[in-house]
Nanobody
């Protein structure tokens, strides 16, 4: 049983920074990629960034140059460093693990960017 737990969300002022963490546990056999998604109020869930097992990253245009994903361990953790935050970054952020056996999601962590 694979579980993902996010942490690090909170309230931050515009141009501030936050670092999100996602810890995966359980029997992870064939990890393909990890990703962060977000759902803003009254909007669909959007893909923020992905990172493959080989470390290849792909960012949404809206966060390029401001967000950085890292994955120090191929299976168990992923981080999202978010700098120069804007009010439009306010959302619930979800960690996503893609494996050959299936997709797994965390419960989400709230990020609020506001004065």
């Amino acid at each position: 049983h694979v579980q993902l737990v996010e942490s690090g969300g909170g309230l931050v002022q515009p141009v501030g920074s936050l670092r999100l963490s996602c810890a995966a546990s359980g029997r992870i056999l064939n990890s393909v990629a990890m990703a962060w998604h977000r759902r803003a109020p009254a909007k669909e869930r959007d893909l923020v960034v992905t990172i493959s097992g080989g470390g290849i990253t792909s960012y949404a245009d809206s966060v390029k140059g401001r967000f950085t994903i890292s994955r120090p361990n191929a299976n168990y953790a992923v981080y999202l460093q978010m700098n120069s935050l804007k009010p439009e970054d306010t959302a619930v952020y979800y960690c996503h693990l893609v494996t050959l056996e299936g997709n797994y999601w965390g419960q989400g962590t709230q990020v609020t960017v506001s004065l």
